[in-house]
C-alpha cells in the first residue's frame, strides 16, 4: 500500500470518498425513465489529489498498484484512468479550467460484482476535483456528469441510478429516484429490517454484456408503442401485442416500474420482500439477465428463515444478489447462506454486512 505522499512526493491538497451502491428495487428501469431504489453500502472509493508540475496528468490506483500518465493529445486511457481522465474532460467540456492533477484511488468497493465500482470512482474523482478547484457543482450535476463519463469513455449506455445514487445516497434510507425528472426521496427500510448482499463470484463485464442490446429492445418497444419511453406505460397488458423478445422485455420494464411505486405507498417487510422476489423472477424470465449461479443464490437466500425477499441487482449477468432479512440476522443468515452456497461449488462471499 503507497499512500498519496510515497507516490507524489508530498502531501495531498484536497480528498473526497463516494460508496457504491446496491439496488434494492427498479432494475434496468433507469434507462427507460422509470423509478429506481437503490440505497449506498458502506464501501467506498477514496481519492487524494494534488496540482501535478510537470505539465502531465498522474493517476495512481493502489489497489492495481498501477501509476498512468497523461499526456494532452494521448489516446484515451483505458482501465481505471479512463473513468478519471473522462471526469476531467468533461468538466473541460463545461467550461472550467482544469490544471494537471495528481490523483491517487484506493477503494473498498467490490469491482465486477454490480455495486457500481466505477460510479464510486467517479463521484469521488468530481468530488476530488470539486473541492481542490473550489467549482460550483452541486451533487446532482455531479452525478450527471458522472454518468456522462461512464457513456463515453466506458462505451456503456447506462442510466444515471449508479451516479445518482453514489452521490446523494446513504447506507440508513433507500433513495427513490423518478429518473426522467430526478425528483428524489429518501425512504426508511421496511420496519425490523436490514439487508444482505452476496457475491455470486460470478464476475460480469457490463459492457461486454447484452445490456446495451437490452437499452435498444427497449427503446424499440417504446417507438412500437408510441411513446417516449417505457415509462410512459402503466398498463402491463399495454405490452401484449409487442413482438418477443420486445414483449417481454416492456413487460418486465412496466411491472418492475409499478413494484416501486408499491412501495412509496408504504409497504410491509413481507409485501417488500415478495415484490423483490417479483423483480428477480421478472430479471430471470422476461428480462433473462440472470445466470444459474445467481438463480441458486438468489433461492437459497428466499426459502431462508427470517428472509423476507432477495433478487440479483444490478446489471444481472452475473455479480451480486441482494436480501431483506430481519434486522439483527443478517450477519447469521449470510454466513449459513454462503456454506450451503459455495458447498455447491461456488465462490460466493459476503459483501454487506461488511467483515469488521
Ligand atoms: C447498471 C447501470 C444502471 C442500471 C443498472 C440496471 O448498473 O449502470 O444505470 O441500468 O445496470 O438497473
New binding site residues.
Given amino acids: 500500500m503507497k499512500d498519496f505522499q510515497q507516490i507524489f512526493g508530498k502531501a495531498p491538497e484536497a480528498q473526497a470518498s463516494a460508496p457504491g451502491r446496491v ?1 434494492l428495487l ?6 427507460n425513465d422509470g423509478f ?1 431504489l437503490p440505497t449506498a453500502i458502506p464501501q467506498r472509493t477514496t481519492v487524494h489529489l494534488g496540482m501535478s508540475k510537470d505539465g502531465q496528468h498522474h493517476f495512481y490506483s493502489e489497489d492495481l498498484d498501477e501509476q498512468v500518465s497523461i499526456l494532452d493529445g494521448n489516446d484515451t486511457p483505458s482501465g481505471f484512468s479512463s473513468y478519471i481522465y473522462g471526469c476531467i474532460q468533461l468538466l473541460e467540456q463545461e467550461g472550467y479550467t482544469i490544471p494537471k492533477i495528481n490523483l491517487h484511488v484506493s477503494s473498498s468497493v467490490p469491482i465486477g460484482s ?1 455495486l ?1 465500482s ?2 464510486a470512482l467517479e463521484v469521488a474523482t468530481l468530488r476530488g476535483v470539486r473541492s481542490l478547484l473550489n467549482l460550483p457543482l452541486d451533487d446532482v450535476r455531479i452525478a450527471q456528469i458522472a ?1 456522462q463519463a ?1 457513456i463515453q469513455y466506458a462505451g ?1 449506455q ?6 445518482m445514487a453514489s452521490s446523494l445516497a446513504d447506507a440508513e434510507h433507500m433513495l427513490f429516484l423518478d429518473t426522467r425528472t430526478l425528483e428524489l426521496r429518501v425512504i426508511p427500510f421496511p420496519t425490523g429490517t436490514e439487508i444482505v448482499v452476496m457475491d455470486s463470484g460470478v464476475p460480469r463485464t ?1 459492457a461486454g454484456s447484452g ?1 446495451n442490446q437490452r ?1 435498444a429492445e427497449c427503446e424499440e418497444a417504446a417507438r412500437l408503442l408510441g411513446v417516449k419511453a417505457l415509462r410512459d406505460i402503466t398498463d402491463p397488458q399495454a405490452v401484449e401485442a409487442l413482438p418477443e423478445p420486445l414483449r417481454r422485455r416492456a413487460r418486465h420494464v412496466v411491472s418492475e416500474d409499478n413494484r416501486v411505486l408499491e412501495v412509496l405507498e408504504g409497504v410491509s417487510a413481507e409485501r417488500f420482500g415478495e415484490l423483490m422476489n417479483a423483480s428477480h423472477a421478472s430479471l430471470r424470465d422476461d428480462y433473462e439477465v440472470s445466470v444459474p449461479a445467481l438463480d441458486t443464490l438468489v433461492a437459497m437466500l428466499q426459502e431462508t428463515k427470517e428472509v423476507f425477499g432477495a433478487r440479483l441487482t ?3 449477468f452475473g455479480g451480486a444478489c441482494v436480501a431483506l432479512v430481519a434486522a439483527g440476522e443478517a450477519r447469521a443468515i449470510a454466513n449459513d447462506v454462503l456454506e450451503r452456497y459455495n458447498s455447491a461449488d461456488f465462490l460466493g462471499k459476503i459483501l454487506v454486512p461488511q467483515v469488521s
Avoid at 447506462?158 to 451516479?163: A, F, N, T
Fill in positions: 439496488n427498479g432494475e434496468h428501469t433507469d434507462y429506481v454490480g457500481s466505477s460510479a454518468q461512464e456503456v447506462c442510466g444515471i441510478m449508479d451516479q457490463l445490456y437499452r444490478g446489471a444481472g
